[in-house]
C-alpha cells in the first residue's frame, strides 16, 4: 500500500446499498400516513437534505415540531425497514470493496442510519470484514453528520484526516469531510440531483468505480 493511499469512509444509504427506491417508496408510505402529498423521485432528490427536519420544512414551509418529527421518524422507519431487505448493493460495490481490502488498502463505513440495524443488514450482504470499522447512529435522528465523523474518525486512530476521503450521496457528506479535514466524492445515484451535488464544490461522479478512481487521485 503506496504511503498516500487514501482511506475511505463510505456511506451507506443510497451509496453501498442501492435503496434509493425503497426509500421513495417509503417516503410517500409514511406520507400518506401523515397526510403530506406523495413525492417524486425527482423531486426527492432536488428538496433533499440532512438534517432531515429541514427536509420536511421544505415541504411543508416549517420546520416540524419536536413531536411530530418523532411521528414522522418513526413512521418512516416503519415502512423502510420492510423494504430494505428487498435492496441489493449497489452495481460493482462488493468488488471494489473487495479488491481494497486485498490490495491493503483500508475502508470504513459510516452511516445516519441505527447502529443496530446496519450492523446485521451489513452482514447480511457479507461485507462487514471489508472495513477497519462499522459505526452507525447512536442515539437521535434529529442531528446531521458532522459529529458522527468527528467520533468516527477519532476511532480511527491511525488514520490521518488529509487521507481521508468520504464517499457519500449527499452534500452532508461533503460537509462533514470538509468539517473534520477530509475530502470528499459524491455519488449521483441516490438521495441528491446533481445540481444538488454540484453545489457542494466537490467532485461529482456516476459510478463508485469512478469514486474510487477519483479519491485516490485526491490524496495522491
Known amino acids: 500500500m503506496g504511503k498516500h493511499s487514501a482511506h475511505l469512509v463510505w456511506d451507506w444509504n443510497g451509496t453501498l446499498l442501492d435503496d434509493i427506491h425503497a ?8 406520507f400518506a400516513e401523515i397526510g ?7 423531486r426527492y432528490r432536488d428538496l433533499y437534505c440532512v438534517p432531515v427536519p429541514r427536509f420536511y420544512e421544505r415541504l411543508m414551509g ?18 423502510y425497514w420492510v423494504r430494505a431487505d428487498a435492496c441489493g448493493l ?14 491493503g488498502r483500508t475502508q470504513s ?5 441505527p447502529h443496530e440495524q446496519l450492523v446485521p443488514i451489513v452482514r447480511r450482504h457479507g461485507i462487514e470484514a471489508r472495513f477497519i470499522r462499522v459505526d452507525g447512529r447512536i442515539g437521535g435522528s434529529h442531528a446531521g453528520k458532522t459529529e458522527h465523523m468527528v467520533r468516527h ?15 457519500g450521496d449527499a452534500v452532508d457528506d461533503a460537509v462533514a469531510a470538509a468539517h473534520v479535514g477530509a475530502r470528499a466524492v459524491l455519488y449521483t445515484g441516490g438521495s441528491h440531483s446533481r445540481t444538488s451535488l454540484a453545489a ?12 474510487v478512481t477519483v479519491a485516490e487521485e485526491l490524496v495522491a
Open 62 to 79: 416549517r420546520l416540524p415540531t419536536d413531536d411530530e418529527w418523532a411521528v414522522m421518524d418513526a413512521v418512516f422507519h416503519k415502512h
Open 23 to 30: 426509500i421513495i417508496d417509503a417516503t410517500n408510505a409514511s
Open 109 to 113: 463505513l459510516l452511516s445516519l442510519a
Open 153 to 167: 474518525l477519532s476511532a480511527l486512530e491511525a488514520v490521518e484526516a488529509e487521507r481521508v476521503v468520504v464517499i
Open 90 to 103: 449497489t452495481m460493482g460495490a462488493a468488488e471494489l470493496l473487495a479488491e481494497r481490502q486485498a490490495s
Open 200 to 211: 457542494a464544490g466537490v467532485p461529482v461522479v456516476d459510478s463508485l468505480e469512478e469514486a
Open 36 to 42: 403530506l402529498e406523495p413525492i417524486t423521485l425527482e
